[in-house]
């Protein structure tokens, strides 16, 4: 059995490579070369790997993804339909997401970023108390992400409402299900957190049409993907006030261009695609117990639907 490493992320291959080989084996891992043969791989342990992955290595039986998003996968040629993709199920990223979402609420209800710039005029200028109600956070997707940060939010007793395809019951927070509810569930939101995965019925879903539906003075906070922020409709709806701040992970290209607007906007706070990231040691152990579990033929958690996208 051979399996292909292949990720963007990683110039040196080896402290993935290695502890992987020590916990599964049965199997013969191999970097990938782009400058090498094709080995015949049966299994592939990827993140944003090159772009001509699946056209080389054409007898994949599996393809394991080192991260929650698969949408980069099925951008790739040679993708067949019926290899299974897996995924990763939080390994660590969700108390990570959960930490960056509080961080973004907190500093705009909290008024953070108002201290940040009083601090400089060496005025003591205690602003109007927090009032919670004032601060409905609606989280976009409710999966595994979703539900750690609307969970985390909660417990700090702001109203906190989530919407997803199918629902997720959780105590203490209101539920919104499928696109009749969208609209509803927008009207109640202040606090936008996006936590959807990336497919043909969630891009674009940050539209001015729909971020017009959230109660005035919004918040955005987008940690899905790029792809679903019209990055204009958020300009101009800053500019109209009817947006005040946004606090952004993803971006439509990446590494961000460094003209682009978003950079120098003051009501804009972002970060390089950090939010939540794929930890080396969860990601390998949680790996490797599905490639063994893959091995002995047991059934798999995280496998993507491939007629969701997700
Ligand atoms: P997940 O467990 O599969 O959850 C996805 C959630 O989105 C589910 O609640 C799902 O609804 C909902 N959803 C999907 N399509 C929908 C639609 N059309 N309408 C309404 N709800 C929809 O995925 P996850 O592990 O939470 O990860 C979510 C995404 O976060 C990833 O795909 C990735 O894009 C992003 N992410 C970003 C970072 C970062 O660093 N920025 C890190 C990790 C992940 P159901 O529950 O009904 O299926
Ligand atoms: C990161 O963006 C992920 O999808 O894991």
Known sequence: MKIIFASAH????????????ALVPTAEFQNWDEHGPTIGAQLAVVWNPPADIFLRESKLEAIFNLGAGVDALFRLPGLKDDTPIVRLEDAGMAVQMAEYAAYALLRASRQFDAYEALQNTQFWTP?????????PVGVMGMGVMGARVAQTLA???????????SGNDLPGIAQFVGRHQLSAFL????VLINTLPLTDETRGILSRQNLLELQPHAHIVNVGRGEHLIE???LALLDSGHIQGATLDVFRQ??????HPFWRHPRITLTPHVAAASLREESIEQVAEKINRYLRGEPLTGVVARSKGY
Request: hydrophobic residues 25%.
């Open 155 to 165: 417990s700090f007793n702001y109203p906190v409402a989530g919407w997803s395809r």
């Open 232 to 234: 204009e409709d958020l």
């Open 254 to 259: 990446e590494p961000l261009p460094q003209d």
């Open 10 to 21: 990683d110039t040196d291959s080896e402290p993935w490579i290695k502890p992987l080989q």
């Open 127 to 135: 602003q109007p108390d927090i009032d919670r109600r004032k601060w």
């Open 187 to 190: 009207g109640r939101t202040r």
